[in-house]
């Protein structure tokens, strides 16, 4: 691995933050084909932005070869550690407490109603 | 080769380096000296020459940007880092053999960009893991998560610039580049 050649050396920030979304876009697989065109024309406008793209591919495809990461996160793991944050997602999300007792708290309304004009 | 050949390939060269040369010359001036631009761009443009003159060249655009910024480089490497390189090397040379301090600096460079992982935020780290270890799709990775695929390429593209930052800052061959330019 020598990281020197795929760091974007000497490009400036803008382009390769550009560069990085193009590859998460494409890495996603499902451009538009107008999208397709503002990426093709985007990379051939400039060798820095052909460079930053080259480089960063490089980079991304050997995230992949990291066999002491997989070891890290197991798929199990992973579900222990992303669960907090479901969990806080989902209580955003869920109805108030007090909502569960609107059917009942209508219906005896419903009942008083009746009765008083029954009075 | 024929004449009408040469006559030509002369002209398709003309052409490629009247649209490359601005271009090439303005960006490799982020990373060389005027004198040495002019040297990298006369090789790279004898490079697609003689592959031309071998059989055509898909893109020409791409090969001769591809070229430049490959020369650019190892031409850096060799001015700027190389007596400091070497400097360094001669004591470890003395002990260790090529082999194994190539499978060290392997073993550096995937543990930089390993630490590099580790240190992304939370859920920006199980993207990308899903993503290249468990080779899980955006779509796959938007239902376990319940996040848009907006928002995990936004992600990716996060955990991207931190590793690059990352090895940037960590990456001592570079450091030593840098202080001397």
Redesign the interface.
Known sequence: ????????????EHI??DA??W???L????LSVDEKIDFYTW??D???H??AF?E?SE??A?????D???N??K?LQ?VN??AP??IS?LEEFAPPPYQSYLPFLSLCLVTIGLLASYL | MSHTDEMNLQRQLKQLMKETKPPLINALSRMLPRYDIDDVLQETYLIWYQKQQEGPIQHSKAFVFRVARNLAISRLRNTKVQVAYQQDCALHDMYIDTSMSSTLAKNQNQQLLTNAISSLPSLCKQVFILRKLHGKSHQEISHIFGISIKTIENHITKGMHHCRQHITRHSTTKQKANNEL
């Open positions: 691995m020598n990281f020197d050649e795929w760091v974007c050396y000497g490009i400036p390769s933050h990085t979304m590859l998460a876009k890495d996603g697989d499902s990379l051939a400039d060798p820095q052909q460079w080259e960063l980079l991304w050997k995230t992949a070869l990291l002491n990461l997989q890290e996160y798929p992973l550690a992303i944050e479901l997602t």
